[in-house]
């Protein structure tokens, strides 16, 4: 599986802080990582933070991430910005800071990912709704074979966790689960 890489998205404390229910996605997300790891894939861990200059970056039209540069949220070098410390990134793993939704679009990741001749993704993290479907239809352009964890995904909103999980994802990816996430 060297062709593989689990993107964890968001996992964040300020992002999992807004998910009913984040230890047990917690939970199911550290043993999708130990199995891609036993298995010999990449791991990729994407958080969303910023500094000054990404701020004020973010035009006042960006209705998602406007009021996020108006607040100054998710700086940098804050701990609610970090890597959750149950999925802190290991050595030899793929970190990337983003600034917008999609893990691929203001990052180096797909160019760190084609290096190392990977070309299928599993998909976890936060939020169905946000990173999770930006990432997988901008995965999908890119040509990447793709999967998401269905049990390994989550969003603030219930029904658009449901409505993105079973309407939209499937046209574009292979569900699988935290406890099969290299399903054929």
Known sequence: MKNTALLLLD????VLS???EAGPLLDRLERAVAEVRAKGGAVAHVR????????AAVPAANTTFAAV???RALHHQDPGAAFHPRLA????DLVA???RLGALSTTDLDRWLRARGIDTLIVGG???GGAVLSTVLDAADRDYRLHVLSDGIADPDPEVHAFVLDRLLPSRAQLVTCA?????
């Open 69 to 71: 540069a108006r607040h």
């Open 18 to 20: 807004a998910v009913p």
């Open 11 to 14: 996992c964040q404390p300020a």
């Open 89 to 92: 990134p290991q050595p030899g």
């Open 180 to 184: 099969t996430p290299f399903a054929p």
């Open 126 to 128: 936060l939020s169905t």
């Open 48 to 55: 969303a933070a910023f500094t000054e200059d990404d701020w």
């Open 97 to 99: 800071r983003k600034t």
